[in-house]
């Protein structure tokens, strides 16, 4: 295990390195390129000098790091040297050439900050060898964090090498980093992330009588257990952080992840139970929970069965009478529940509306789209176009395909004004019509024998170089025909002939 064979690190690679000092400068401006071997056309003039050492690092030239780097002319700086290092992951090794080159150039030394970037910049290309070769040369400095071994763990749990993470942990006390709760939170997290709960859990178990845990380890936890959906663990961790902790009201985290794995893995009644012991102690899930929760009940299209439509509404009660206030995109999943119930619950749906702006969410597209897409689909006219208004009038437009419903709605209520007003709005828009909405355009004015109107509106279309489709043009010849208008539609032929000519 590296921890344990690497012990000399080579004295030449780090002879310019020395111990930190932190200065706070900015970006180097851009610069016109002058090393030789680089074509500065490759780089816009306004590149920032850091982007373009960071590329040369991942394509180094055939002249070498060095020999590039000092036909730059660079001046180098703490800051500089950070700056790089943080774009040059996948460098590997061209990025230690460019630490080793910048400790040359630097009149003070190193900060802890671009060690700790070098360390986490190696183990995430693998390079443990050379990780550890730079842990040994910090640990002389005393520079070693549990930050520096943080980034240790995590690219060996990434790599697969859990028992190498482990390792680490154990001996991170010979590198001057403690090994308490916050440590082992930063080991725990490196597992949870990549979905090696099981080794977190047995870990834990292991030290928790020695390593006190607090709330974020239990946190943690829960939260691994959230992604792994693993519902009897999530049980038995939460039940476990109670009995030692107590009920803390700022362990939202904690809460918000157990209260997600029931819902996730379809325990919703359990979850309202557990929320309803939790509101008496005064500790909630935050906003985030109930926006999410209310979304996936939503999707699972929880409102078509009465008992489903009871959780949500129940769990959206619970948080308002909490005193949690919703915000835009928990609106929206509200409205949509409305929307989506059969019948459509209208005054719901316009009484949310109304509360928005009281409470500093104002509706969005999609707010007034699933109000307006609901109200065409009912077939309620009258609430459409009310609600139209109120959309345009804040300056929000329809989509195309509510546009293209909203004009055969029109036709169908024999409101042939307000369809041509939804064409007209949506040219004006820049929303440019297809073939299947000049279709229903015109179709509706054959419908209701207007074929002058018919006539009109597709020469627009045509002109506009929509293709109306051939049904549509022989239904219209004929109803020309029989209203003695065929002169008027020989040159609308002529017309959309000229313009597929030119199309062409």
């Known amino acids: ?6 012990n000399n690190p080579t ?8 111990p930190p000092v932190q200065l706070q400068q ?42 590039t780097l000092n036909g730059l002319g660079l001046g180098v700086s703490i800051k500089f040297v950070e700056d ?17 080159w910048a400790g040359l150039k630097l009149s003070s ?16 290309d693998k390079l443990f060898d050379a990780m550890w070769d730079c842990i040994k040369i910090m640990k002389n400095q005393g520079i070693v964090s549990t930050e520096t071994l943080s980034s240790v763990f995590g690219n060996y749990v990434q790599a697969g090498k859990v028992d190498e993470a482990r390792m680490t942990f154990e001996v991170m006390e010979q590198y001057g980093c403690r090994q308490d709760v916050v440590a082992l939170n930063c080991y725990i997290s490196a597992l949870c992330r990549y979905k090696q709960v099981k080794a977190a859990l047995e870990f834990f178990d292991s030290v928790k009588e020695r390593i006190a845990p607090d709330a974020d380890t239990y946190a943690l936890l829960l939260e691994g257990w959230e992604i792994e959906g693993n519902v009897s663990n999530a049980r038995s961790t939460f039940g476990e952080m109670i009995a030692r902790l107590g009920w803390m009201p700022n362990n939202t985290s904690a809460y918000n992840a157990f209260l997600s794995t029931l819902v996730n893995g379809f325990q919703v009644d359990e979850a309202l139970k557990y929320l309803g012991v939790m509101k008496t102690k005064k500790c909630l899930p935050d906003l985030g929970f109930f926006r999410n929760t209310l979304q996936i009940l939503y999707q699972r299209k929880a409102m078509k069965e009465p008992y489903g439509l009871w959780q949500l509404m129940s769990l959206w009660e619970f948080m308002r009478q909490s005193g949690i206030v919703p915000d835009l995109p928990t609106y929206n999943t509200m409205i949509g529940v409305c929307c989506s119930a059969n019948p459509i619950q209208v005054n719901s749906a316009y009484s949310l509306l109304d509360e928005m702006a009281l409470t500093g969410a104002f509706p969005d597209s999609k707010t007034y789209n699933t109000i307006f897409e609901a109200f065409i689909t009912a077939r309620k006219v009258e609430e459409a176009s009310s609600i139209f208004r109120e959309m345009t009038k804040n300056e929000f437009c329809p989509l195309y395909a509510n546009y293209v419903m909203a004009i055969k709605m029109y036709f169908e209520a024999d409101d042939s004004e307000m369809a041509v007003m939804m064409w007209r709005h949506m040219i004006q828009k820049a929303i440019f019509p297809k073939s299947d909405c000049a279709a229903i355009l015109i179709d509706g004015f054959l419908d209701l024998g207007r074929v002058s109107a018919a006539l009109k509106y597709s020469l627009e ?5 929509v293709q109306i489709p051939v049904e549509t043009m022989i239904k219209l010849k004929n109803a020309s025909i029989q209203t003695g208008k065929q002169d008027a539609y020989g040159q609308l032929e002529i017309k959309m002939k000229s313009f597929s000519s030119q199309a062409k």
């Open 1 to 6: 295990m590296e921890a344990s064979l690497h």
């Open 11 to 18: 004295p030449s690679l780090w002879a310019s390195v020395a």
């Open 26 to 67: 900015p970006l180097q401006p851009p610069r016109i390129l002058k090393g030789p071997g680089l074509d500065p056309s490759q780089y816009p003039p306004t590149t920032p000098i850091e982007v373009i050492v960071s590329n040369i690092l991942k394509k180094p030239p055939q002249m070498g790091i060095e020999n």
């Open 84 to 100: 790089v290092l943080k774009l040059s992951y996948g460098a590997g090794m061209e990025a230690m050439k460019f630490f080793r």
């Open 109 to 124: 030394k190193h900060s802890p900050l671009a060690w700790n970037l070098l360390v986490d910049l190696l183990g995430s």
């Open 461 to 465: 279309a045509i002109t506009r170089g």
